[in-house]
C-alpha cells in the first residue's frame, strides 16, 4: 500500500471487474501512465487480477483478487475515521500553515 492510488483502485474495483478506461473516468486526476503503474504494482503483490481479451482493439479488466478484498474492511474504517475527525484535521492543517508560513 505504499501507492498513495492503491487505496482509491481498491475502493473502485470493490463492486466488480473494471476495464481500464473505466477506471481512467472515475480517477481523472491520475495519468494513464500512473494508473497502469499503479495497476500492475497492485497485480503484482496479488491484490488485483487483470485479464486481457483478444480483438482490437485489446480489452483488459481488473478485478480484486481475494486477498485485496481483505484490504476493503481497514480501508472503510480508515475512511470512517477521517470523516469522524475531519473537522479536527482541517483544524490542524490550518494551525500548521499558520505556524510556518
Request: glycine share 4%; aromatic share 6%.
Amino acid at each position: 500500500m505504499s501507492n498513495k492510488w492503491a487505496p482509491k483502485i481498491l475502493m473502485c474495483l470493490k463492486d466488480g471487474r473494471r476495464r481500464f478506461t473505466e477506471l481512467q473516468s472515475v480517477l481523472a486526476s491520475v495519468t494513464p501512465k500512473v494508473l497502469a503503474e499503479s495497476l500492475r504494482s497492485m497485480e503484482r503483490d496479488g491484490m488485483v487480477l487483470r485479464t486481457a481479451y483478444p480483438g482490437v482493439p485489446p480489452r483488459v479488466e481488473y478485478e480484486l483478487t481475494a486477498l485485496g478484498r481483505t484490504l476493503l474492511e481497514p480501508l472503510r474504517a480508515w475512511c470512517g475515521w477521517t470523516e469522524a475527525h475531519l473537522p479536527e484535521l482541517v483544524e490542524a492543517r490550518e494551525e500548521y500553515e499558520r505556524r510556518n508560513r
